[in-house]
């Protein structure tokens, strides 16, 4: 059992699988609209919600900004492996691999921005991983509870075996030859690689991608940050295919 909290979170929750909703508890002290609609709906959905004092929510998610809407609920099962993922998807496949993220901040953007860009799974190690918690969950508004989620114990191994299923591992890094915007990215399954912000992808890992990519930068900041980064990448491959297909 975890604590998801905050609107986008909790929400998200009950639309995806309400029955893994075990209890939820809201600021009593709250009687605007966004609160009323948010119980409706989750009343609505068969979640348990009970008003409580705002100091009993800061005490279960230990005084993290919660918005006044807290959840007990059950760890969700994978619908499919990943190698079912890569195998359904075929030429339209997009992953995000993640290499060591352990700002919670950081992991919930990617996640957001995984989601929107239509991401089929994202990749973590099991290690030198933040993993999905309460904090992630609400920073990504609803992804992590919609988006798959694969941790790996190996990560140089895994991309070994998606690249054995015809999938094209790019790696983001600063210090790459070639460009981002040079890329040819409408062809075939691929993977998107990236490391944490001041570290960058670990030597394993940047020696197994197929290819070593750099954001194009202009100013005087060195690295973008690590969830930017995701964006911009995914993004770049999203405009692509939409043109490859509207060309074709």
């Known amino acids: 059992m975890a604590y998801l909290f905050g609107f986008h979170a909790v929400l998200a929750r009950a639309k995806q699988a309400a029955q893994s909703i075990d209890q939820v508890w809201f600021d009593q002290s709250r009687k605007d609209k966004r609160m009323q609609q948010a119980i409706d709906r989750l009343v609505q959905a068969g979640a348990r919600c009970t008003p409580v004092h705002a100091e009993h929510l800061d005490e279960l998610v230990q005084h993290t900004k919660h918005q006044g809407l807290v959840a007990l609920v059950q760890e969700l099962q994978q619908a499919a492996s990943l190698n079912e993922i890569v195998s359904q998807h075929g030429d339209n496949l997009l992953l995000l691999i993640l290499d060591g993220i352990t700002d919670p901040?950081?992991?919930?953007?990617?996640?957001?921005?995984?989601?929107?860009?239509?991401?089929?799974a994202v990749i973590l190690p099991k290690d030198k991983s933040v993993g999905i918690t309460p904090v992630v969950s609400k920073v990504a508004s609803g992804a992590a509870e919609a988006i798959p989620v694969f941790y790996v114990t190996n990560l140089a191994r895994t991309l070994k075996e998606i690249q054995?299923?015809?999938?094209?591992?790019?790696?983001?890094?600063?210090?790459?030859?070639?460009?981002?915007?040079?890329?040819?990215?409408?062809?075939g399954p691929l993977a998107w690689v990236l490391g944490?912000?001041?570290?960058?992808?670990?030597?394993?890992?940047?020696?197994?991608?197929?290819?070593?990519?750099?954001?194009p930068m202009q100013g005087t900041v060195e690295s973008l940050n690590v969830s930017v980064a995701a964006a911009l990448c995914l993004y770049e491959t999203v405009r692509q295919k939409i043109w490859a297909h509207a060309s074709s």
């Open 105 to 120: 901040h950081n992991l919930g953007a990617c996640l957001r921005s995984a989601d929107a860009a239509g991401v089929h």
């Open 164 to 187: 054995e299923q015809g999938v094209w591992c790019l790696g983001a890094a600063d210090q790459a030859e070639t460009s981002l915007y040079q890329l040819n990215l409408k062809r």
């Open 196 to 215: 944490a912000e001041g570290h960058g992808l670990r030597r394993l890992t940047r020696e197994n991608c197929d290819q070593l990519v750099a954001i």
